[in-house]
């Protein structure tokens, strides 16, 4: 008979919800304004650095492959993301357990005595509280289980499961994009402190180089072919270019300081070695516009923060429909516990219960144009940080386009600089000009050589930033299901 009832129980929750429905929108993500093509990109280039999974190993240099192994391992921004992903995937199992029944074991005893003149009880401590005259203590001993479900009629539950989905997926792409910019920040670094690098080992060859002069100068004094001015110009010439040689460990160490943080290394248990550049760089092939809005992850990330947003929609919308609660309860009752569980102390109890709000002021209607407000700036959100992407690739397809051409002039310039000094050195030997002309020569000469260090850094940085405008190597395949 029991059997028998629960069935019928279990057939009529089943029929419920098959009749259910979900209030609310159906998600269907908007359109954005998305070119046929980049307008700085020329198709003719070659595709000799398409990406394919570890994006920094274009590069071909193991120290940087080292260094980004150590930022995916203990990066303290990195680590926090994955913990907020985790949170926002919890509260998805959170929001699914609102699918099933919520069942309840509330065992108790009771110890209590009714007069002759009125109710009365005995306390913990034993006395007898309330009540007049004399009667008789009885105990009561009850192990109920209840259950209580509220049906998912109107989809406000599957709504919460779609939004929370959404929510955690947002999370999970808000993540790689947090990767992708430590990993894009660390090899911008790591590229400047191998520039400063090179730029310090110019900066120690000019050193000796001045200092040649100066020995040349001081002789050509001594016996009386320069001038004392000479001398001062050549001392003045070497001391500048010592200091700005020192100068240039400063920002050299912070770079190290920085690399440092994100591989999660205390700055003072860690250096890099000073090395040659010996890597070229390599051309990046941007792809088709519209797969920008696949492999970029703050994009993903805007796109399901606006499914999230519609499906909170259908969750304000629910509030309108009357809630039906399912509760139950069962177990077993006596005044003796040593036949507590037999059947006729048996109990059970089953009922449905519908609530309906009648007069709210408004507040449903309110709430509902809420989330309503709220998709509506989540769209213009996911648009502009859309546009925003395609921005930055053209940006950075313009400046590598840019600088390219300015690295080939610039070394023609660092060329006809170093000819300069030659020309000036030798006519300044010969007696035919000052030795002003030799300094005025060579600080062209390390200028351009600096400015053709700058030129390299800054195409570098544009390398990396254009990998990270095109998402690194992720995709939105790699989004969880959940």
Not at 93 to 99: D, K
Not at 327 to 345: C, D, E, K, M, R
Request: proline share 4%; charged share 20%; glycine share 6%.
């Amino acid at each position: 008979m029991k059997i028998g009832k629960l069935k019928s129980i279990a057939l009529a929750l089943t029929t419920t919800l098959l009749g259910a429905c979900s209030v609310g929108p159906d998600y269907v993500r908007p359109n954005a304004a998305t070119p046929v093509a980049y307008k700085e990109w020329k198709v003719a280039e070659p595709k000799d650095a398409v990406r394919r999974g570890e994006w920094w190993k274009v590069y071909g240099d193991p120290v940087l492959n080292d260094l980004m192994a150590q930022v995916n391992v203990s990066n303290q921004t990195l680590k926090q993301a994955e913990a907020s992903y985790r949170e926002a995937h919890a509260l998805v199992a959170a929001a699914r357990a609102e699918y099933f029944p919520t069942v309840a074991l509330d065992p108790s005893v009771t110890r209590s005595r009714r007069g002759q003149n009125g109710s009365a009880f005995v306390s913990s401590t034993g006395a007898v509280v309330g009540g007049t005259g004399t009667g008789s203590v009885s105990n009561q001993y009850a192990l109920p289980l209840d259950m209580s479900w509220e049906v998912d009629v109107w989809g406000k539950v599957r709504r919460t499961v779609e939004s929370s989905v959404a929510t955690a997926q947002a999370s999970a792409a808000e993540l790689e994009a947090t990767r992708l910019s430590l990993l894009a920040e660390l090899a911008t670094d790591y590229f400047q402190l191998r520039v400063l690098d090179d730029q310090q080992r110019l900066l120690d060859d000019t050193v000796v180089a001045y200092q040649k002069s100066l020995d040349l100068t001081e002789n050509q004094y001594k016996v009386g072919v320069a001038a004392r001015s000479d001398v001062v110009q050549a001392e003045t010439q070497l001391k500048s270019t010592q200091a700005q040689a020192i100068d240039n460990g400063v920002q050299r160490a912070e770079l190290e300081h920085a690399i440092a943080v994100l591989i999660g290394k205390p700055p003072a248990a860690f250096s890099i070695a000073s090395a040659k550049i010996k890597f070229t760089i390599p051309v990046i092939p941007p792809g088709m516009p519209s797969a920008l809005l696949e492999r970029r992850p703050d994009i993903a990330q805007a796109e399901r923060q606006m499914a999230a947003s519609n499906a909170q929609i259908g969750v304000a919308k629910s509030a309108y429909y009357p809630s039906l609660t399912l509760s139950g309860s069962a177990g077993y009752q006596s005044t003796t516990f040593s036949n507590l569980i037999s059947a006729p102390n048996f109990f059970w109890s089953v009922g449905p219960a519908l609530a309906e709000t009648l007069f709210d002021a408004g507040a449903r209607s309110a709430q509902v144009e809420e989330a309503r407000a709220a998709y509506d700036a989540s769209v213009a959100n996911y648009r502009e940080v859309v546009l925003a992407g395609f921005q930055e690739v053209e940006d950075n397809l313009a400046a590598l386009r840019i600088l390219e051409q300015e690295a080939q002039v610039q070394d023609e310039a660092v060329k006809a600089a170093e000819e300069s000094v030659h020309i000036a050195l030798n006519q300044y030997k010969s007696g035919t000009v000052s030795y002003l002309n030799v300094v005025t020569a060579q600080t062209a000469a390390l200028s351009n050589e600096r400015t053709a260090l700058t030129v390299l850094s800054n195409r570098l940085t544009a390398n990396v930033t254009m990998i990270k405008a095109l998402g690194g190597s992720w995709d939105t395949s790699q989004l969880p299901s959940d």
